[in-house]
């Protein structure tokens, strides 16, 4: 194959490909109003709001307070039409936009409300995900949010293209309150002897697999997360939820580095981010060898010896760039050094999406920087006289979309 031909053809694999998105916060339609989607939600993400902020011309408390149109239509002023909008969020927007055939130097922010009012729950998701590419993609399921956890029924979990994930941070991160929660719903967690009653607690996470069968169990931890007797949430992890994943054969997914309200008046943008000490999860691994991780860290400074730690442990999985991560620029350094150290054995990107919309810029982007990475592999290896044929580029396109995903949370 040639290099133009070479190009072509993984170009067109990539585009192609269907994707097993692993991690994601939404919902299927069953749920309705947790699901956000269209230009207001788009817009008003956090992502948009603190870059709108920066600016200075209100104030977050002012902001923050108005009806979501209004915040959307300071938003589109300020980032869109009295400046270029050059940042990836706001590049993100206009993919997604341009994707739907709508063009916003021409029309106003009212047509593009009007094209997104027209579209059905249904329509708007069957068409999400046939532009985006995306098969079935996995979401984030807390027992403990009042909202969605009413949901939980039969018909929550019918759709098969959205997957369940279980999201255990309260148990881990704020124990006291999660506790006082599963009292409340009948499970004795607190031990005659004063302590906490592991099995009760275990029960309950069982419990929560029989009612929404999650692919795996998932949570996001801080920076400074450690993995030693006696650190936060050791027993608890130990004892309760790695026991669990062991016995259940579900894996544990770990979202590691976000550092929780830097700036609290920024609401859910407010969060930072923080180095991590990566041995946690070499130990981690060590001494878990049944049980199967899947990890992100959010820090830039941490993928080298994350990729380095996959390595060296076959139950770690490493996936995705996301949030601050999710750059152009960082996603290709990232995913070039870890073809470098991993060959194929990773998951290069997930969406993190929260708004249904942002589906389609998220694997848009991250598709065009990975057929670029693996056109430049692909061409060293010619240089070595290893030709790769169509059918290989078909091969190790579907194992990084859908293939690894797909074989380490069990699904077909
Ligand atoms: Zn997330």
Not at 48 to 71: C, D, H, M, S
Not at 131 to 159: A, C, Q, R, Y
Not at 247 to 262: C, F, N, T
Not at 287 to 314: C, D, G, I, S, W
Request: glycine share 6%; net charge negative; hydrophobic share 40%.
């Amino acid at each position: 194959m040639n290099t133009t031909d070479l190009r072509h053809v993984v170009q067109k694999a990539v585009e192609t490909a269907k994707i097993v998105d692993v991690h994601t916060h939404l919902y299927p339609p069953c749920c309705d109003k947790l699901l956000l989607r269209g230009i207001d939600d788009l817009l008003t993400y956090h992502y948009l709001t603190v870059e709108t902020l920066r600016y200075g011309e209100i104030g977050p408390e002012k902001f923050f307070a108005l009806p979501k149109n209004l915040q959307a239509d300071i938003i589109w002023d300020v980032l869109f039409e009295r400046r270029s909008p050059v940042s990836e969020s706001c590049r993100g927007i206009l993919t997604t936009l341009n994707s739907y055939g709508l063009d916003p130097t021409s029309e106003s922010l009212g047509s593009i409300r009007t094209f997104f009012a027209e579209l059905s729950l249904d329509e708007h998701v069957d068409l999400v995900l046939e532009k985006s590419g995306v098969k079935s993609l996995v979401m984030t399921n807390n027992p403990f949010d009042e909202e969605e956890e009413p949901h939980w029924g039969p018909g929550f979990i019918k759709d098969e293209r959205f997957r369940t994930a279980l999201r255990i941070d309260d148990m881990l991160n704020s124990p006291q309150a999660a506790l006082k929660k599963l009292e409340q719903r009948g499970y004795n967690v607190a031990s005659d002897t004063g302590g906490l009653d592991y099995p009760a607690m275990k029960k309950f996470l069982s419990d929560c697999a029989d009612r929404i069968k999650p692919v795996y169990l998932a949570a996001s931890l801080p920076p400074d997360f450690d993995w030693s007797e006696g650190s936060a949430g050791y027993g608890i992890l130990r004892d309760v939820v790695l026991s669990y994943c062991e016995e259940s054969g579900l894996p544990i997914a770990l979202m590691i580095g976000v550092k929780k309200l830097i700036n609290p008046v920024m609401g859910l943008g407010g969060d930072g981010v923080g180095f991590s000490p990566v041995e946690a999860v070499a130990k981690l691994c060590l001494e878990n060898p049944h049980v199967k991780f899947l990890v992100t860290m959010l820090a830039r400074e941490n993928q080298h010896e994350l990729a380095v730690t996959a390595r060296k442990f076959p139950n770690l999985m490493v996936f995705g760039c996301w949030w601050f991560l999710n750059n152009p620029s960082l996603v290709e350094e990232i995913t070039r050094m870890r073809m470098e150290l991993l060959g194929l054995s990773f998951i290069p990107q997930h969406s993190d999406a929260r708004v249904l919309d942002q589906l389609i810029y998220k694997w848009k982007h991250s598709k065009g920087i990975i057929a670029d990475v693996l056109f430049d592999k692909y061409e060293d290896l010619a240089r070595t006289g290893w030709q790769v044929s169509a059918e290989d580029i078909a091969r190790d396109v579907e194992m990084l979309f859908s293939g690894n995903a797909k074989e380490q949370i069990g699904i077909k």
